[in-house]
């Protein structure tokens, strides 16, 4: 894994945590709950994708941006063109001027042949320009009629291919029915960036519940990998968006925030 630069057990909040609520609520979010940072999600809120109004808030809030979401869902095509490798490089530009040390990166479409092609050596030599980290995260196939179709290429699962720092989702391990222990053993120190959710593994459904609502070894994780001196980001990345009100959504990110420093801690203090 490469050189982060954060103190271990490092917890930040995705802003996509937040939706329907906006960036700048993130923010807010973040600083008054205690997340020690931020993960930006660039995707259609014009504030994700603006460099100069993310410096403001970082800086108004005083809470750092630690990683940045390239943006490569579905949803997303269109963000910062079509182009995946501009996508990518100008994710890297977001990183290197906010200060954020990864860019969490999906597996290519597999409609997407060149870039699919080009993957793993494109992002060699991106990595040789830059300190900054990108993390390939896993994804998950689809299923239909006891049928698996699998979306992305070389792979949904990064862990068997080369890549150096890989972004460990554990509501997408839910969603492909993968093992999450034994995913992170495989990785070791390739594992740079974990995404801190839970599922109960409903078919093609990626939940991103609070974690410790769903069957995902979450504390199990989180306490492997303060036993074992990790390194990089611990990023709550959950869905609140059926949240009721504004204070429903904050119990639920508390909740998210408690649970990680809980786990986390509870490996040190055994030791």
């Given at each position: 894994?490469?050189d982060?630069?954060?103190?271990?057990?490092?917890?930040?909040?995705?802003?996509a945590s937040v939706y329907?609520?906006r960036t700048p609520?993130?923010?807010?979010l973040a600083?008054?709950?205690g997340?020690?940072?931020v993960?930006?999600?660039?995707g259609q809120?014009?504030v994700?994708?603006?460099i100069?109004v993310?410096?403001?808030?970082?800086d108004h809030?005083q809470?750092?941006i630690?990683a940045?979401?390239?943006?490569?869902?579905?949803?997303?095509?269109?963000v910062?063109?079509?182009?995946?490798?501009?996508?990518?490089?100008?994710?890297?530009?977001?990183a290197?001027?906010?200060?954020?040390?990864?860019?969490v990166?999906?597996p290519p479409?597999?409609?997407?042949r060149?870039?699919?092609?080009?993957f793993e050596?494109?992002?060699?030599?991106?990595?040789?320009e830059t300190?900054?980290?990108?993390?390939v995260?896993?994804?998950?196939?689809?299923?239909?009629?006891?049928n698996?179709?699998?979306?992305y290429?070389?792979?949904?699962?990064?862990?068997?291919?080369?890549?150096?720092?890989?972004?460990?989702?554990l509501?997408?391990?839910?969603?492909?029915?993968?093992d999450?222990?034994?995913?992170?053993?495989?990785?070791g120190e390739?594992?740079?960036?974990?995404?801190?959710?839970?599922?109960v593994?409903?078919?093609?459904?990626?939940?991103?519940l609070?974690?410790?609502r769903?069957?995902?070894?979450?504390?199990?994780?989180?306490?492997r990998?303060a036993?074992n001196?990790?390194?990089?980001?611990?990023?709550l990345?959950?869905?609140?968006?059926?949240?009721?009100?504004?204070?429903?959504?904050?119990?639920?990110?508390?909740e998210?925030l408690?649970f990680a420093?809980?786990h986390?801690?509870?490996?040190?203090?055994?030791?």
């Amino acid at each position: 894994m490469s050189d982060i630069r954060v103190p271990s057990g490092t917890v930040a909040l995705s802003t996509a945590s937040v939706y329907p609520e906006r960036t700048p609520d993130a923010f807010e979010l973040a600083a008054r709950l205690g997340y020690d940072g931020v993960e930006i999600m660039v995707g259609q809120d014009p504030v994700s994708q603006d460099i100069e109004v993310l410096q403001r808030l970082r800086d108004h809030y005083q809470i750092p941006i630690l990683a940045v979401h390239a943006p490569c869902l579905l949803v997303t095509q269109r963000v910062w063109g079509r182009d995946p490798w501009l996508k990518l490089r100008r994710a890297r530009e977001a990183a290197e001027r906010l200060g954020a040390q990864t860019v969490v990166v999906h597996p290519p479409f597999r409609w997407q042949r060149d870039y699919a092609k080009e993957f793993e050596k494109g992002l060699a030599r991106m990595r040789e320009e830059t300190d900054v980290v990108f993390a390939v995260e896993n994804m998950f196939p689809l299923r239909a009629r006891g049928n698996e179709v699998v979306p992305y290429a070389p792979d949904w699962n990064p862990v068997d291919y080369d890549f150096p720092d890989v972004t460990l989702d554990l509501s997408h391990t839910a969603v492909s029915g993968s093992d999450a222990m034994e995913m992170a053993t495989k990785l070791g120190e390739r594992l740079a960036h974990l995404h801190l959710a839970d599922g109960v593994g409903t078919t093609n459904k990626d939940e991103h519940l609070v974690p410790g609502r769903g069957s995902q070894p979450c504390g199990p994780i989180l306490e492997r990998l303060a036993g074992n001196g990790y390194r990089g980001l611990i990023v709550l990345e959950i869905n609140t968006r059926k949240a009721t009100s504004r204070s429903e959504r904050t119990e639920d990110l508390t909740e998210a925030l408690a649970f990680a420093r809980l786990h986390y801690a509870a490996s040190s203090t055994a030791s």
